[in-house]
């Protein structure tokens, strides 16, 4: 069982938003920022937001947010290549540790 | 840029450790910590552990602690990553991750490409 709560899979079409959630608590996501990683066809991880900061190479369409112990990643105009497994994670000062989500699988059709 | 160059795939018999090296390249080593993160196979990422290269300050999960060992040797900016008592649960790919540290942040900005290691008899 994964400290923070991610949707099993999302879907979309291409062109459309999808926003990916990522519920946790007020000793991780309620405190500290989160960050996103993609993850395509099990190769590594890409980060593709730190909080609410896109990380150089990663197109705008790429957005984060949060508001009170819910992060959301959205993205706009989905394009094919978007899909792939999405992750966050953060710090959790009641563990002293890293925490993850259990990842959204995102599919484009 | 920034570059995390890991070794390549181990099989190693149960009971038996594993070491697994990071090597850093493009920025300057000792200033960021190195995480290590791993992946069973159709699982989740399962972080393992921090080191921050300049201290050699470490800090593991909970799961893991009495069982891996984080170091490195600043003069060729390489991380390691030992498991010992190795056992089929721990097969999986091994991740080497640069640790962004702020005041109420921290991220991975940069992955290595992944070491498989294979646990079986």
């Known amino acids: 069982q994964s400290a923070l709560t991610q949707e099993a899979s999302v879907s979309g079409t291409v062109g459309q938003k999808v926003t990916l959630s990522c519920i946790g608590n007020s000793n991780n996501v309620g405190s500290y920022a989160v960050g996103w990683y993609q993850q395509i066809s099990h190769g590594a991880p890409k980060t593709v937001m730190f909080?609410?900061s896109l990380p150089s190479g990663i197109p705008d369409r790429f957005s984060g947010s949060k508001s009170g112990t819910t992060a959301s990643l959205t993205i706009s105009g989905l394009s094919p290549e978007d899909e792939a497994d999405y992750y966050c994670s953060t710090w959790d000062y009641s563990l002293s540790a890293v925490v993850f989500g259990g990842g959204t699988k995102l599919t484009v059709l | 840029q920034v570059q995390l160059v890991q070794s390549g795939a181990e099989v190693k018999e149960p009971g038996a450790s594993v070491k697994v090296s990071c090597k850093a390249s493009g920025y300057t080593f000792a200033n960021f910590d190195i995480n290590w993160v791993r992946q069973a196979t159709g699982q989740g990422l399962e972080w393992m552990g921090w080191m921050n290269p300049n201290s050699g300050n470490t800090g593991y999960a909970q799961k893991f602690h009495g069982r891996v060992t984080m170091t490195r040797n600043i003069s060729i900016s390489t991380a390691y990553m030992e498991l010992s008592s190795l056992r089929s649960e721990d097969t999986a790919v091994y991740y080497c991750?640069?640790?962004?540290?702020?005041?109420?942040?921290?991220?991975?900005?940069?992955w290595g490409q992944g070491t498989l290691v294979t646990v079986s008899s």
């Open positions: 909080g609410n």
């Open positions: 991750a640069r640790g962004l540290r702020g005041s109420s942040s921290y991220y991975f900005d940069s």
